[in-house]
């Protein structure tokens, strides 16, 4: 993968890996500037192709695809002012008038959103990577520092698609930001853009795939989530998934019981959902974007009391930023932020005000894990997938897990004061 061949000191983002891979992918570029090869990502030196486009927030309802006859919401949507037109490498043009809002993956079984991993200074927004890659002096020598590793700098990551649509993430923040400095612009669309995707049927994600995210309306105490019948013509619901909970640990059955527990109203919103499954708070030049970014999300938090946010970060490492995670903890306590470890195998940070940390476990053996042993004594919870065999139900027999729902857990969202790590290989 590209992102062996470059791992080290210096990381690549999404750009430059696409750019090792340009034969296998395209590169998108603006027709017009194609001989200037301009960049998805923008950094302080180098604008992207997002900086010549105004970007905005068009809700669910507001666009609608024709289907048999049938005229049905689509998934909200990020609109550009003008059509980007682009080719790719081999000279194949296209053209792009928006990108998707939400993500999903099919480890975590809930939406997410995310922006683009890295160092900021190749156009990421994960200002810890700098830190080492810089010489900052967050890498312990002899150690693997995490971000060289990072899952969300390889794979479908940084696919052209996936590239694009978390460009665009991370410019539609940055001029929401522009737009109302506080955040609170930037958190009521993020909450509209929630409540749609919880309350309206998604044209172009199959029923099979909206059921496994467990983000829905609470109905007859279930989370339902709506779909699309092509029979009746109109909104019809089915159940999310339910994950059970392992066994041992202050637990419930399983997620419906945790729910049940919290005892939503008929009609409230209710889920998990990842804040970034790639890239962290940086969004912006300086701490006071990346303030009012965690700001938005903290509202977005208190506005959905019965979904749980979590928020993995490595942001902790600067003293400011680390007093506005403990405040925004403070304010929403469903907003379940994990200060992120630096080192691999090193025991990770311990932070009072902050939830759980989070660190990597290494391979010792093939399917066998060592333990991450925590400052505090003990050892932390070792997430199962990837890491251990469990029994299926629906195959009857003992697999490897690779999504949260086949490993039964949900430790992440469930259970906040629980120090986690994730199997990591050398
Ligand atoms: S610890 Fe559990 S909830 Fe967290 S990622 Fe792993 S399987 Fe999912």
């Not at 105490?221 to 709506?226: D, F």
């Not at 008929?266 to 965690?294: E, M, N, T």
């Amino acid at each position: 993968m590209a992102r062996k061949k470059t791992r080290g000191k210096r990381q690549v983002v999404g750009d430059k890996m696409i750019q090792n891979r340009e034969r296998r992918f395209s590169i998108d570029v603006p027709i017009s500037e194609a001989h200037q090869t301009w960049p998805l990502a923008s950094t302080a030196k180098e604008p992207s192709i997002f900086d010549q486009v105004q970007i905005t927030y068009h809700p669910q309802e507001n666009i609608t695809y024709k289907k048999k006859g049938s005229q049905i919401p689509g998934a909200p949507h990020l609109v550009f002012d003008h059509v980007i037109h682009g080719v790719d490498t081999k000279g194949i043009p296209f053209s792009r008038k928006g990108t998707g809002f939400w993500t999903s993956t099919a480890k975590m079984g809930a939406p997410s959103f995310s922006v683009p991993s890295g160092p900021t200074y190749e156009g990421g927004t994960c200002v810890a990577a700098n830190k080492a890659a810089e010489g900052g002096g967050k890498r312990t020598p002899g150690e693997i520092y995490i971000c060289d590793r990072c899952y969300a700098l390889a794979g479908n990551y940084v696919s052209p698609n996936n590239t694009f649509c978390h460009e665009a993430h991370a410019s539609w923040v940055r001029q929401s930001l522009e737009a109302d400095p506080t955040g609170a612009l930037l958190a009521s669309s993020l909450t509209a853009a929630l409540v749609d995707f919880a309350r309206l049927p998604c044209y172009g994600l199959p029923l099979q795939e909206r059921m496994g995210l467990e983000f829905g309306v609470w109905k007859d105490r279930r989370i339902q989530v709506p779909w699309y019948n092509p029979v009746l013509d109109c909104t019809d619901w089915a159940n999310a998934i339910v994950v059970p909970l392992p066994p041992g640990k202050p637990s419930f059955g399983d997620s419906l019981d945790f729910f049940r527990a919290q005892k939503p109203r008929s009609g409230q919103i209710v889920g998990f959902f990842r804040i970034h499954d790639g890239g962290d708070l940086s969004v912006g030049p300086s701490q006071k974007h990346w303030k009012a970014y965690l700001n938005a999300w903290a509202t977005v938090a208190k506005a959905f009391p019965h979904v749980l946010f979590w928020l993995p970060t490595r942001v902790w490492i600067f003293p400011t930023m680390l007093k506005a995670l403990r405040q925004a903890a403070s304010e929403a306590p469903n907003l379940i932020i994990r200060p992120s470890g630096l080192n691999a195998f090193m025991s990770p940070p311990e932070i009072n005000g902050l939830s759980g940390s989070t660190g990597a476990v290494e391979r010792v053996a093939p399917w066998t894990f060592g333990e991450l042993p925590l400052l505090s004594g003990g050892v932390a919870y070792t997430c199962p997938v990837g890491t251990r065999f469990s029994y299926s139900d629906k195959y009857k027999k003992r697999i490897h897990p690779k999504s949260c729902q086949m490993a039964h857990c949900r430790a992440c969202w469930v259970f906040p004061d629980l120090p986690i790590a994730y199997g990591f290989k050398r």
